[in-house]
């Protein structure tokens, strides 16, 4: 008995030395790295909590983050908050714990990041916001790279206004409610649109196939036969909403779609004649986003707002294009 009580006493102290000694990262900070100003990429840790898995632009975006880190040597610690902040906090929060170089945020909504990039500065950790915007001050963090999804928006709006010359009536189906993106692309649209298409209605199917499919089932109860077009966030929701359409013995065409984000879905939607436009979205962020943590590493300038270079695109080139598309 006695024995066994040694034992297991022994035990439990090598568990605690053992824990103790694989979660004390040394405490760097970019400043003090002591690499710079010659740290490679094989020196980096890299937190990334990303937001979720909501969609291919997502599915995409994490593949780069976690292809890219293979191939430079970055040392990735990953994490998926699906869709929730809390979530991305406490990933957060484990990360600036265990003393990792550089954190890049995709932040699910805009709000509430005040606490967790002021704990991160304290600890010098610094943070680059990755793909939707935040609105803490910007003194929070080291950079925004990223999509301008106003300007996404804009876009959205200048091709239904092409769609629907002599006006319409119109629904939206948003991105998740408090997102940079459906902030950004939802006032972006209004901005543009003409004065003579009416938005006569906007729900959320926060970014997804599943629930976009019954929001759109919904609209075509509420107006039926009155709905000539349809302002989109993202292409997983128009999967889903054409679906719905289909459902309701829609054709292509009776209701015009503008999608955002151009992946594969997208494409074959335009190719099968549902999309009319799809406003580009780029999500292969990581290449750009290491390369700004190591010059952050390194004690380089950076720019503090880096904005992706996009474009639409349309039908009449889905097919074209569709077998190149790497999302
Ligand atoms: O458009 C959507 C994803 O934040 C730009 O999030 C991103 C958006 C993208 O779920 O498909």
Known sequence: MFRLKTFAFLA????????????????????????APNCEFTDMVFCYPQLGAESDWRTAN????????????????????QQKQENQISAMRSCIQQGVDVIGLPPVVEDGWEPVLTEAKEAGIPVIIVDRSVTADSSLYASHIG?????????????MNKLLPDGG?????????????????????????????EIVDSQTGNFTTAEGKPVMEAFLKKYEGEIDGAFIH???MAIGAVEAMK?????PGDIVIVSVDG??????????GWVQADVECNPLLG???????????????????VLTDETVYFPNEAADLLPSRKY
């Open 62 to 81: 994490t593949a780069s983050f976690k292809e890219t880190a293979g191939d430079l040597g970055v040392r990735l610690i990953f994490s998926d908050a």
């Open 169 to 197: 009536k119109i629904v939206e189906l948003s991105g998740t409610t408090g997102s940079g993106a459906a902030v950004g692309r939802a006032e972006g649209f209004r901005a543009n649109l003409n004065d003579n298409i």
């Open 287 to 305: 290449p750009q986003v290491y390369d700004m943590a190591l010059a952050l590493m390194n004690g380089q300038d950076i720019d503090r707002e």
């Open 234 to 236: 993202n292409d997983n």
């Open 12 to 35: 439990v102290i090598a568990v605690l030395i053992l824990s103790a000694c694989s979660t004390a990262a040394p405490q760097e900070t970019a400043e003090e790295t002591s690499c």
């Open 263 to 272: 992946t594969r879905g997208g494409f074959q939607l335009m190719i099968d």
């Open 247 to 251: 459902s309701a013995g829609l054709e």
């Open 147 to 159: 999509s301008d999804m106003f300007l996404e928006g804009q876009r959205a709006a200048d091709e």
